[in-house]
């Protein structure tokens, strides 16, 4: 089922790279920048627990 953009609310199980108001609000809500997020979503994929922790392995 596609995202109903109208509700702004996000599917929280996968991040979406191509939706520009989901790479927003996944960039704010690990506190990083856009670039940043896509690039642990590149190393790790789009889970959002495994690119939390991907994040905060490197911010160690």
């Known amino acids: 089922m596609p995202d109903d953009k109208s ?5 929280r199980k996968r991040i979406s790279l ?3 108001y989901e790479l927003r609000y996944w960039s704010e809500r690990f506190g990083v920048s856009p670039d940043e ?8 994929g789009n889970d959002p627990e495994d690119v939390e922790k991907h994040l905060n392995d490197k911010h160690r």
């Open 18 to 20: 191509s939706e520009g």
């Open 7 to 11: 509700k702004q609310a996000q599917d």
């Open 37 to 44: 997020l896509t690039r642990a979503v590149s190393a790790v």
